[in-house]
């Protein structure tokens, strides 16, 4: 049974930094397309980011070019490097392996002065 941990998430003043990272037990992880997602007000998980098994980034709008989404396949682990953050970037975030049900709990990110 695959696992998915998030780790990472915090309180952070606007224009601050948090990187978030996400566990995954399993050998299947490395040719995973993996993404991250947050909750939204309507309680929906919308993707922000995501990442193939080779390593091509992709991100939402909203987060482009403040974002970024790494992996490390030697360690089983996909990161989110979020920079210049804002208070519409509080939620809770989770991390999904593409194609099958594996969600993580959620961490959760608070952006507040």
């Known amino acids: 049974q695959v696992q998915l941990v998030e780790s990472g998430g915090g309180l952070v003043q606007p224009g601050g930094s948090l990187r978030l990272s996400c566990a995954a037990s399993?050998?299947?992880?490395?040719?995973?397309?993996m993404g991250w997602y947050r909750q939204t007000p309507g309680n929906r998980r919308e993707a922000i980011a995501w990442?193939?098994?080779?390593?091509?980034?992709n991100y939402a709008g909203s987060v482009k070019g403040r974002f970024t989404i790494s992996r490390d396949n030697a360690k089983n682990t996909v990161y989110l490097q979020m920079n210049s953050l804002k208070p519409e970037d509080t939620s809770v975030y989770y991390c999904?392996?593409?194609?099958?049900?594996?969600w993580g709990q959620g961490t959760q990110v608070t952006v507040s002065s």
């Open positions: 999904h392996e593409w194609g099958t049900n594996h």
């Open positions: 399993g050998s299947i992880f490395s040719s995973s397309t």
């Open positions: 990442i193939t098994g080779g390593g091509s980034p």
